[in-house]
C-alpha cells in the first residue's frame, strides 16, 4: 500500500534559523513525484517544491530545499532563515505517475516559528 | 489567468439537504481533482478527470456523491442527502499536461468549506 508519514505534528523554530520537517513514503512503484505544500489558517494549498524520483539532484527553491533520499525513501523540506511568514501547516505528498497524479497527502506539521 | 477558483467559499447547510460546488480550473489544464480535508488531516483524494472523462474515484466517494465535468472544463461535485460527517474543506486542484514536474504538479483552490448542521 503506498503511504506517506510525518511523525511531527508541530513544530517550533526561531526566526532566522533553519528548520527541517520530516518525511518518508513508502511505494513500490519506481516511477513517482513529491510535493510539499504550505498551507496558512487561511487554507489555500500553496505550492513549494517538487522532486521527481529519477531526479539526480535535490530541490531547491529559494529558502526551500528537498533532502531526497531515495534509498530511505524520505522526502525532508529543509527551509533556511525561517521568517515568521512561514508559520503554517506543512504537507508532504506524491503521487505516482501512472496512476493519474492524484495525491497522497501525510498528516501535516505546523510549523511555528517564534520571533 | 487567475488561477483556480471555487464557488461557493463557505456553504452552511441542514442535515438531508443537497449541495453542490463549483470548480473552474486554469483553463489550459486538462486534469482536475477534488479532495476532502477535515480538520487537523491532510487532504484526501476524492475524484478527477482528465477532460470529461472521470478516470477514477475513490472509495470515501459514495453513493451520495457525484462530480462531473461537462466539456472538460468546470466541475461541480455534489453532495445528496448530507450528513454531519460530511462537514470539511472541498478542494479542488488542476494540472496540465507534460511530464514530471508539468504533468504532477496540482495548483489548488481556495477550497470550499461545508458545515452540515
Known amino acids: 500500500a503506498q503511504k506517506i508519514t510525518q511523525t511531527q505534528p508541530g513544530m517550533f523554530v526561531q526566526e532566522k534559523e533553519a528548520v527541517t520537517l520530516d518525511c518518508t513514503y513508502d511505494?513500490?512503484?519506481?516511477?513517482?513525484?513529491l510535493f510539499w505544500y504550505k498551507q496558512p489558517s487561511s487554507g489555500e494549498m500553496i505550492f513549494l517544491i517538487y522532486?521527481?524520483?529519477?531526479?539526480?539532484q535535490n530541490a531547491t527553491e529559494g529558502r526551500y530545499s528537498l533532502n531526497f533520499q531515495k534509498a530511505r525513501k524520505s522526502a525532508n523540506l529543509v527551509i533556511s532563515a525561517s521568517q515568521l511568514g512561514d508559520s503554517a501547516m506543512y504537507f508532504c505528498?506524491?503521487?505516482?505517475?501512472?496512476?493519474?497524479?492524484?495525491?497522497?497527502f501525510g498528516q501535516g506539521t505546523e510549523l511555528s516559528v517564534k520571533p | 489567468d487567475t488561477g483556480v477558483s471555487q464557488d461557493p467559499r463557505h456553504k452552511i447547510t441542514k442535515r438531508g439537504q443537497n449541495v453542490t460546488f463549483r470548480c473552474d480550473p486554469i483553463?489550459?489544464?486538462?486534469?482536475l481533482y477534488w479532495y476532502r480535508q477535515t480538520l487537523g488531516q491532510g487532504p484526501e483524494f476524492l475524484t478527477y478527470?482528465?477532460?470529461?472523462?472521470?478516470?477514477?474515484k475513490s472509495r470515501l466517494l459514495s453513493d451520495r456523491f457525484s462530480a462531473e465535468r461537462p466539456k472538460g472544463s468546470f466541475s461541480t461535485l455534489e453532495i445528496q442527502r448530507t450528513e454531519q460527517g460530511d462537514s470539511a474543506m472541498y478542494l479542488c486542484?488542476?494540472?496540465?499536461?507534460?511530464?514530471?514536474?508539468?504533468?504532477?504538479?496540482?495548483?489548488f483552490g481556495p477550497g470550499t468549506r461545508l458545515t452540515v448542521l
Open positions: 486542484a488542476s494540472s496540465g499536461a507534460g511530464l514530471g514536474r508539468g504533468l504532477n504538479e496540482q495548483f
Open positions: 478527470f482528465q477532460n470529461e472523462a472521470q478516470l477514477e
Open positions: 522532486q521527481g524520483s529519477y531526479d539526480q
Open positions: 505528498a506524491f503521487s505516482i505517475y501512472n496512476q493519474g497524479g492524484k495525491l497522497i
Open positions: 483553463s489550459e489544464h486538462n486534469r
Open positions: 511505494t513500490s512503484d519506481p516511477s513517482y513525484g
